[in-house]
């Protein structure tokens, strides 16, 4: 996406900040601007693929820096987090049911590290009723029967490493996302954000972008549509959206708000940004189009397409749908109304920021070979488009007044040990488990009435890390609030919208505040928080430490 950052922009950064026009002084000491009821202007929303908060911090701040691995040292005093420790790494409740059975060689029922030489392992089942089920009702205790998988359709037959149950059970530290914990270091982290509701892609990028997954129109009956299959109801499975270009199989056109929606209403630029996107651009391998492809994992066996159409987060919404996936008309388009319908590649984003055309409002996606998503992409793959990205956010004139949000959209299954609070229940039977409540038993997820009367939403779903890079973030913080997917726009109503809401039940009526993981009352000058750091180790280029 963007080339490679060197040691001379690091030494530069903050040369280059100090140059930056002045921001006004208010009297609050709170650098406002425009309409904003916070210091923050600008938001990059970068949602990833498929991690669970204990597969990427189960052991942070402490890493085992193994001979031969990149080292990460944590600072004194650096805060721990609801982690694996004690008697969930000894004792584990998962290695204690005896309906844990494990097909291959020696992954274990118990938590084990996976070292970067693994990497690149098989993906495991994400789907709304099995999650459900390795919860089991609470016990946290039947994660490899219900979502631990042999193999899968992205894992190829040749890969032997990552197939078998026990694999879900595995977690990486700070030698492998070396540079999410360095973030984590220096910035802001949530040890209790969750996805909205259980279930795997589709919807948890609804969910970050309308706080909900229901009214969903199928074009033809579709099990994953509940719980009504002939439409509309509630989406509980991956399909593409309706009109798409690059769509093929049964899809789908949601009704409702998106925030996008609200932000147009209110004259906010925002756009949001996809991998793959541009169908004229010719990859390196020549392809091109809906077929545009990059290199992938060893469990892949060969490149992997760039665009997901189920990734794709506006595109299920008519009001912003951009079928044909048209170009902005110009560089002054994007974040503005126009033929692209706020719908950009990834690449947009880097013309944008470098042409001082930001908008206030930005959604990314990498390319499918560079969003975590085990079985195509890994950690280091996803670690160099997060340095990349951040680094060029920071080295920008935006960096004073941005906050960078990561989050993921499905936990893939893999191990958490925190059972989530059941804020919306749920009572959907199908007959079929990948389609139903399973919590509490067959139909049954949780207890009481569910918002809006809407079946099928059942959450929060399982615990995903939720990182928060910023000028104005705390810095080395730990941050306890309960949050959700929704809980992004919720901060995005609250700061441009006045508080507004999406309605129709959406969660963000219900979410979390993220505004803890700040500290608005710093001064200005602040925007020297830089911390350049090397998108192949994750390390910072100017040596251990941050700015």
């Given at each position: 996406m963007?080339s490679?950052?060197?040691k001379?922009?690091?030494c ?7 140059l930056l ?20 202007k ?15 911090f189960?052991?942070y701040?402490n890493?085992?820096n193994?001979?031969?691995e990149t080292k990460?040292y944590a600072q004194p005093?650096?805060?721990t987090v609801n982690?694996?420790?004690g008697?969930l790494?000894?004792?584990n ?11 291959a060689?020696?992954f274990r029922t118990?938590p084990?590290?996976?070292s970067?030489?693994?990497a690149s392992?098989?993906d495991?089942?994400?789907n709304?009723g099995p999650?459900?089920q ?9 994660f490899p029967?219900?979502v ?7 894992c ?6 990552g197939?078998?149950q026990g694999?879900?059970m595995?977690y990486y530290?700070?030698?492998?996302v ?7 270091q220096?910035?802001?982290m949530?040890?209790n954000?969750y996805?909205?509701?259980f ?7 609804l969910?970050?972008?309308a706080?909900t ?15 009504n299959n ?5 989406l ?8 798409d ?20 209403a209110?004259?906010?630029?925002w756009?949001?940004?996809?991998g793959g996107?541009?169908?004229s ?8 189009g ?6 992938a994992?060893?469990?892949?066996a060969?490149?992997?397409a760039?665009y ?6 506006f595109?299920?919404?008519?009001s912003?749908?951009n ?10 388009e994007?974040g503005n ?9 990834i690449?947009?984003f ?8 930001l ?6 996606k ?5 969003d975590g ?12 488009f ?11 004139q ?14 893939d299954?893999?191990y958490?040990h925190?059972?989530s609070p ?8 199908t007959g079929?488990?990948n ?5 509490n ?6 207890h ?12 929060y779903g399982p615990?995903?890390p939720?990182?928060v ?8 913080f730990v941050d306890?609030?309960?949050l959700d997917q929704?809980s992004?726009?919720h ?7 006045g508080?507004s ?6 969660y963000?009526a ?5 505004t803890?993981?700040f500290?608005?009352s710093?001064?200005?000058g602040f925007?020297d928080r830089v911390?350049i ?8 280029v100017?040596?251990h430490?941050?700015?």
């Open positions: 963007h490679g950052i060197t001379a922009v690091a530069v950064a903050a040369a280059a900040l100090s026009p002045a921001s006004p002084a208010f009297a609050d000491g709170f650098h406002h601007g425009g309409d904003t009821a916070t210091p923050i600008h938001i990059v929303v970068i949602f990833q693929e498929n991690v669970s908060f204990d597969h990427y189960a052991s701040p890493a085992m193994l001979k031969g990460f005093g650096t805060p982690g694996l420790t008697s790494l000894t004792n409740p998962n290695a204690n049911n005896p309906g844990n059975v494990v097909m060689g020696d118990g084990f590290r996976l970067p030489s693994q392992t098989c495991q089942d994400h709304y999650e459900q390795a919860f089991d009702g609470g016990l946290m205790d039947m029967a219900s631990g998988v042999g193999e899968s359709s992205f190829a037959d040749t890969f032997s490493y197939k078998g694999i879900v595995g530290d700070g030698n492998t070396t540079a999410l914990w360095n973030y984590a220096n910035f802001a949530n040890d954000h996805g909205t509701t279930g795997p892609s589709t919807p948890g990028l969910n970050l972008v706080g997954t229901y009214p969903a129109t199928p074009s033809a009956p579709q099990a994953k549509i509940v719980p002939a439409g509309p109801g509630t509980v499975g991956d399909l593409d959206p309706t009109g270009k690059c769509a093929t199989g049964t899809t789908i056109q949601m009704g409702g708000q998106s925030i996008g929606d609200l932000l147009s209110a004259g906010i630029t756009g949001a940004f996809m996107f541009n169908l651009t010719v990859n390196a391998n020549g392809t091109t809906c077929a545009r492809s990059s290199p994992t060893p469990a892949n060969g490149p992997t760039d997901i159409p189920h990734h794709a987060f595109q299920y919404f008519a912003t749908l079928a044909n996936h048209t170009r902005p008309a110009s560089v002054s994007i109304d126009g033929p692209a319908k706020h719908e950009y590649d690449n947009d880097t013309t944008a920021l470098n042409a001082g055309n908008p206030a409002v930005s959604f990314l990498a390319i499918a070979a560079q998503h085990a079985g195509y992409s890994d950690p280091l793959l996803e670690q160099a997060l340095v990349q990205t951040i680094n060029a956010v920071m080295t920008s935006y960096w004073r007044d941005t906050a960078i949000v990561i989050l993921w959209d499905d936990s299954g893999w958490d925190q059972m059941i804020v919306n229940p749920s009572a959907v039977n079929v488990v389609d139903s409540d399973e919590l038993g067959p139909g049954v997820c949780g009481g009435t569910p918002l809006a009367g809407i079946q099928g939403r059942c959450g615990r995903i939720f990182v890079i910023s000028p104005y973030a705390k810095a080395n306890h609030t309960l929704s992004v726009i901060f995005i109503e609250d700061n441009w919208l508080g809401r999406i309605g129709g039940g959406s963000d219900i979410s979390g505040s993220i803890n993981m500290d608005f710093r001064e200005e925007g911390l750091l090397d998108p192949s180790t994750g390390q910072p100017h040596g430490g941050s700015w």
